[in-house]
């Protein structure tokens, strides 16, 4: 998959099946539409583009009141990859590209940027200045410029309910992890390389991988049972914190802690991807170190009971089998 920050130079503009949007979580929703697009690029023999933005728009227009992200950009680019895109258009969204047209949008963007044969849209979709264009005015900009134009239905799950961004959004905000899963199709997961921290957690027994998180508002926040890929060949099990870290810091900066349970080594640098089981409980502050030892310790310990369970292994045994001791070391 190639990804092009702004519009693709001439010698990449070669014609596409389109769609566009923001795509945050590529939920079930944004799958089902992924596929649609695919199927209809390779009955006509085209690769398949999306164009997504970053800033989210709604960060653009009112960066305070703008939702929570659910997804960080890497993560959103790796799922798009694994449904079947060919080519990812990420557009800085400004005041510049707020302020066209529909039709100047049509024009710059669907006809000479990405030469787009074959344009899918959802329910929602709107573009150009105030939101003004929509699937009336983009059906008929196809039929004046000579590319075609679908719809897609919205996406519902067994409930009937409709499966959207704003719906995964409020589960993590929640901590409802099964949720979550339930309209993303898998577990949530957030991915990065690995960067040195303040070694606090090496000081107090438990130590742990550091993953900076880019966006100040992450949807999920607390304390989980976690599974992290990318150090060993299989996945390793873990307790992870995301969040501020009141206790220790008061930079405002997030942070994504892990502590694995049965691995010590060197793991800088390394890009993991970390899988969100369950929620333990909500982030806190405590008094002292000595008071966040021991709840770290509960922590751990809660998280070795449900690998348990859920693999069937003894008490004091995490899933992978192997024995467990907080005392293991990451450097």
């Known amino acids: 998959m190639r990804v092009f920050r702004g519009l693709p130079n001439a010698e990449s503009r070669a014609p596409c099946a389109l769609t566009i949007g923001n795509f945050d979580g590529v939920h079930r929703g944004h799958q089902a539409l992924l596929a649609h697009v695919r199927a209809a690029a390779d009955a006509r023999g085209l690769p398949v583009c999306v164009m997504t933005f970053e800033p989210h728009p709604r960060e653009f227009f009112n960066p305070a009141g703008a939702p929570p992200r659910i997804a960080m950009l890497r993560d959103k680019l790796e799922a798009l990859r694994m449904n079947g895109v060919d080519r990812v258009v990420v557009e800085h969204f400004n005041q510049t590209f707020a302020s066209q047209s529909p039709d100047a949008f049509v024009e710059r963007i669907i006809v000479n940027g990405l030469h787009a044969r074959w344009v899918m849209i959802g329910d929602d979709f709107r573009y150009g200045a105030r939101r003004a264009g929509d699937f009336a005015s983009l059906k008929a900009a196809g039929n004046h410029h000579g590319f075609e134009v679908e719809q897609m239905a919205t996406v519902a799950d067994p409930s009937g309910a409709r499966i959207s961004s704003s719906g995964v959004r409020a589960a993590l905000?929640?901590?409802?992890?099964?949720?979550?899963?339930?309209?993303?199709?898998?577990?949530?997961?957030?991915?990065?390389?690995?960067?040195?921290?303040?070694?606090?957690?090496?000081?107090?027994?438990?130590?742990?991988?550091?993953?900076?998180?880019?966006?100040?508002?992450?949807?999920?926040?607390?304390?989980?049972?976690?599974?992290?890929?990318?150090?060993?060949d299989q996945p390793l099990p873990g307790v992870a914190s995301l969040g501020l870290r009141p206790t220790v810091d008061d930079s405002g900066r997030v942070l994504l802690e892990v502590h694995l349970l049965d691995w010590h080594g060197d793991a800088y640098g390394k890009l993991v991807r970390v899988e969100f089981l369950k929620k333990l409980r909500d982030e806190e502050k405590y008094v002292d170190l000595e008071t966040l030892t021991a709840a770290i310790a509960r922590d751990v310990a809660h998280a070795r009971e449900w690998f348990a369970a859920a693999s069937g292994a003894a008490p004091g045994r995490s899933a992978t089998g192997f024995a467990t001791s907080a005392t293991d070391r990451i450097s």
């Open 173 to 232: 905000v929640a901590g409802d992890l099964d949720a979550a899963r339930g309209a993303l199709g898998r577990d949530y997961l957030i991915s990065g390389h690995v960067v040195h921290g303040m070694k606090l957690g090496r000081d107090l027994g438990f130590p742990t991988l550091n993953l900076p998180i880019a966006h100040k508002r992450p949807a999920l926040a607390g304390i989980f049972v976690v599974r992290v890929h990318g150090i060993e």
